[in-house]
């Protein structure tokens, strides 16, 4: 498992908290191994545990929010969905295309020229 090296970093909205319907800008580290998020880049850099780890092995399923041109979501094994958006589709797709190969996809997914 590999904690350390990371692969993509950076902010993202995510969508959720104790209001449901609230966009959160958080930050999130995706290494060979897991993704994982903070409530913002300092609490990363003082050292402070993450708000929620996943491993990747516990990713189902990762896919564009097609009505949405910036969102994207996260489905676990377990039935959790992360909804998170970017700053734009490219940062999106971006974060798509580092996460799918790593996770056990059960669905693979389709890009948008």
């Known amino acids: 498992e590999d904690k350390t090296t990371v692969l993509r970093e950076g902010e993202l909205k995510k969508l959720g908290g104790t209001l449901l319907n ?6 999130f580290v995706l290494t ?3 993704v994982v998020y903070f409530e913002s880049q300092k609490e990363m850099l003082a050292g402070r545990s993450p708000k929620t780890v996943i491993k990747l092995t516990d990713i189902r399923e990762v896919g564009e929010v097609t ?9 676990t094994n377990n039935g959790r969905t992360l909804q998170l958006r970017g700053a734009d589709g490219q940062e999106r797709d ?3 295309k580092t996460l799918a190969p790593k996770t056990s996809l059960v669905e693979m997914l389709v890009f948008r020229d």
């Not at 609230?22 to 930050?27: H, P």
């Open 32 to 34: 060979g191994s897991q």
């Open 22 to 27: 609230k966009w959160n800008m958080r930050w």
């Open 67 to 75: 009505d949405e041109p910036n969102e994207f979501y996260i489905i």
């Open 94 to 96: 971006a974060w798509i």
